[in-house]
């Protein structure tokens, strides 16, 4: 059976600039232009963009937004001024992550004269995430509006994103600080830009018309900026020990165990979906841990290898790659809470046989350029 692929709008100039196209989560998407190493090191000395036009992109306004959003998240979202963002996830019941997300705190809206906020899910998950949003705010009278297909969204990365958007955009971008969002124009046009990003380095994601969206695109091309794909991408997150969805976190797996407490905001809290899980879990101490493992030697480990500890498996790598900045090959994986520990010795079997890594402190690399996100 043929499964037929999305294309998100900037699909056919991404082709035009020699982009390897592969499937992605429903959609085909560039996992490299002019190659990994070459486009991770653009986004790490200088800057990169990225068609992220595939993900989730809700509007949420009401009344009383904040207060039925509160339910959904373990975050405290009345923290937030217009114009901050919240990284977050969605739980079930039993604690376990549904998907992570972002939310942007738009104050109020000037047409509807109404709260309203953007949240931005993972492609994979964006049906599901919709459905249970949907389910728990219909009596509340919030409004869900999915422009996931209505819109591009384009990630400029790097330690020179800044200067090399700001001639497009109608609004001084330095005023924007890390986590922070504006609504402005891109090209003359309506646009909604945010300084967050998924590469550890500071950046912006522009939020357009698709039209627009293509122009910037050519634009930020002629101007010198490296075309990334999906694998760089993957590259850079795994530096910053970044989670990715559906391998370092999923159903299965708590905030808790993901070392993402930082999410809970326990004391100015009420009630969440999950709540009464995680404070279980909590006070009976969690029994496995994600950690960052470095290989001692150059074999990589990869998702799904086995984890061994005295010959024994002990857990999974869940994501793995061959770091371009530190010449090292790192991974993350889940192991029991007593092998968690900063040194501990583990082995890892890649194609019938162990090699030695080594638990180390995440993340793997922490870039100069990327500003401490203030809602953390």
């Known amino acids: 059976m043929t499964t037929t692929l999305s294309h998100t709008p900037l699909y056919n100039v991404s082709v035009e600039l020699n982009g390897r196209m592969v499937p992605f989560a429903g959609w085909e998407m560039a996992v490299q232009f002019s190659g990994i190493n070459r486009e991770h090191e653009a986004v790490r000395q200088a800057v990169g963009m990225f068609d992220i036009s595939h993900m989730g992109k809700f ?16 975050s405290d979202l009345s923290r937030l001024q217009p114009g901050e963002a919240q990284y977050s996830a969605l739980l079930n019941a039993q604690g376990g992550i549904l998907d992570d997300i972002i939310f942007y705190d738009q104050g109020i809206d000037p047409v509807t004269n109404l709260p309203q906020g953007v949240m931005i899910v993972n492609a994979a998950t964006k049906s599901r995430d919709k459905a249970w949003i949907i389910a728990h705010i219909e ?21 020179q994103a800044e200067a090399t958007l700001q001639p497009f955009v109608g609004d001084s971008l330095s005023e924007v600080k890390f986590f922070g969002h504006i609504t402005t124009t891109v ?8 300084r967050t990003g998924y590469t550890g380095e500071d950046g912006f994601e522009v939020m357009v018309a ?10 930020l091309a ?5 075309p990334c794909g999906l694998g760089a991408r993957d590259t850079l997150r795994l530096e910053a020990a970044m989670a990715l969805y559906g391998q370092d976190i999923s159903l299965t797996t708590t905030p808790l165990e993901a070392g993402l407490n930082w999410i809970i905001h326990w004391e100015t809290k009420g009630k969440f979906i999950g709540r009464q ?7 009976a101490g969690v029994t496995q841990k994600l950690v960052g493992l470095e ?4 074999h990589i480990a ?7 500890f005295n010959g024994q498996t002990v857990g999974e790598i869940t994501s793995g790659t061959l770091s371009p900045t530190l010449g090292k090959a790192i991974s993350m994986a889940y192991v029991p809470t007593a092998l968690s520990k900063i040194g501990q010795s583990l082995d890892i079997e890649i194609r019938g046989k162990t090699y030695p890594a080594t638990v180390v402190k995440r993340p793997f690399y922490r870039s100069p350029n990327r500003p401490k996100n203030p809602k953390t």
């Open 59 to 74: 509007i949420l306004r009401g009344e009383k937004l904040i207060e039925a959003l509160q339910s959904l998240v373990p």
């Open 187 to 194: 090209l003359g046009k309506p646009a909604f830009i945010a």
């Open 139 to 159: 009596d509340q009278a919030i409004v869900l509006e999915d422009l996931s297909r209505d819109k591009v969204l384009l990630a400029v990365q790097g330690p």
């Open 295 to 298: 290989m001692q030697g150059r």
């Open 277 to 283: 899980a995680l404070e279980q879990q909590k006070a």
């Open 222 to 226: 002629t101007a010198g900026v490296i």
């Open 302 to 308: 990869r998702h799904g290898y086995p984890v061994l």
């Open 210 to 219: 698709p039209s627009v969206g293509v122009e910037l695109w050519k634009s």
